[in-house]
């Protein structure tokens, strides 16, 4: 390996280290101990994984399937959305019990987040929550494998991409319990959504029973319209300790998702519809 190389390596590698120092220095107002957990507390790590999957999504992906047949998926696809159905329930119901124990204005004060104490397992639950975003890029990869690349919209990787990096940003920079209300909206339609992922895979005798897509599409809007009330309405009002960061950060995002998901519905089903009805 030439001089040349090596100090090229050395460069790069110095910049992504003064990058992973500086971004420490913005991004540690969170609590002391949850900035310790996996995919908290690496500061490049989450825009790595989530640079990879667009690069694999566009490029490697497509590329390694060019000449393949497509492959069948069926089983690992039904125990995926089952598994994110069943993670995705077993954090909301651990959240929906325990928090009356403490209540909510506790938790949404801000309290210290330590071991053994009930505002752990809350705080636990919503980072679980975090990790499965980043699991959820393999509804993307089985999209590939079947090529089912018409499938892979816009709007499906620029949801998969955003997500992770904003769940990071909250969570190292929050200490407010007031971001779980998004969390909980959004794990309600998850739910719902792999149910239907589960049974779509089940195979096309279950299309009779898939009628219901559109108002999927529908509820994902509702949510994003709740979270936009709750951040800018809501919470302001609700006495929690917020960083105003937090707030436009969730705002911004959930106008620009209703946005997009309005575009794919719009273009989706009542152009369908125009069409059935012509």
Same mark, same amino acid.
């Given at each position: ?19 992973? !120092? ?22 490049? /790590? ?21 000449? +393949? ?12 959305? /089952? ?18 124990? @403490? ?5 949404? #004060?801000?309290? +210290? ?22 699991? !959820? ?13 018409? @499938?892979? $919209? ?16 909250? %969570? ?17 339609? #998850?739910? %719902?959504?792999? $149910? ?10 279950? +299309? ?7 108002? /999927? $599409?529908? @509820? ?8 936009? /009330? ?36 719009? #273009? $989706?089903?009542?152009?369908? !519809?125009?069409?059935? !009805?012509?």
């Amino acid at each position: 390996m030439s001089q040349s190389t090596v100090e090229k390596i050395s460069s790069v590698w110095q910049f992504f280290k003064d990058l992973d !120092e500086g971004f420490g220095k913005y991004f540690d107002t969170g609590d002391p101990e949850v900035r310790t957990w996996f995919l908290v507390r690496q500061n490049t /790590l989450p825009f790595l994984l989530c640079g990879l999957y667009v690069i694999f999504v566009k490029l490697i992906g497509p590329a390694i399937m060019r000449n +393949r047949k497509p492959l069948e998926l069926r089983t690992p696809m039904i125990i995926f959305n /089952l598994f994110l159905v069943a993670s995705y329930t077993i954090s909301l119901t651990l959240f929906f019990i325990n928090v009356p124990t @403490l209540g909510f204005k506790t938790f949404c #004060h801000g309290t +210290r987040v330590r071991k053994g104490e009930l505002v752990y397992l809350l705080v636990r639950c919503c980072w679980f929550v975090y990790i499965l975003k980043y699991i !959820e890029f393999l509804d993307t990869v089985f999209f590939i494998l079947r090529k089912k690349e018409n @499938l892979i $919209t816009n709007l499906h990787v620029i949801h998969h991409t955003i997500v992770p990096i904003v769940g990071w940003i909250m %969570i190292r920079t929050e200490r407010s319990g007031f971001q779980s209300i998004p969390v909980i909206l959004n794990g309600i339609v #998850h739910i %719902i959504m792999y $149910t239907y992922y589960g049974l779509a895979a089940m195979g096309p005798h279950m +299309r009779k029973y898939l009628w219901w897509k559109k108002y /999927l $599409t529908i @509820l994902q809007m509702v949510q994003f319209v709740l979270v936009v /009330l709750f951040v800018m309405v809501i919470a302001p009002m609700s006495g929690c300790v917020i960083m105003k960061s937090s707030l436009w950060i969730d705002a911004i995002c959930a106008i620009t998702f209703l946005v997009l998901f309005y575009n794919f519905y719009a #273009h $989706t089903f009542t152009k369908k !519809e125009k069409s059935k !009805e012509n």
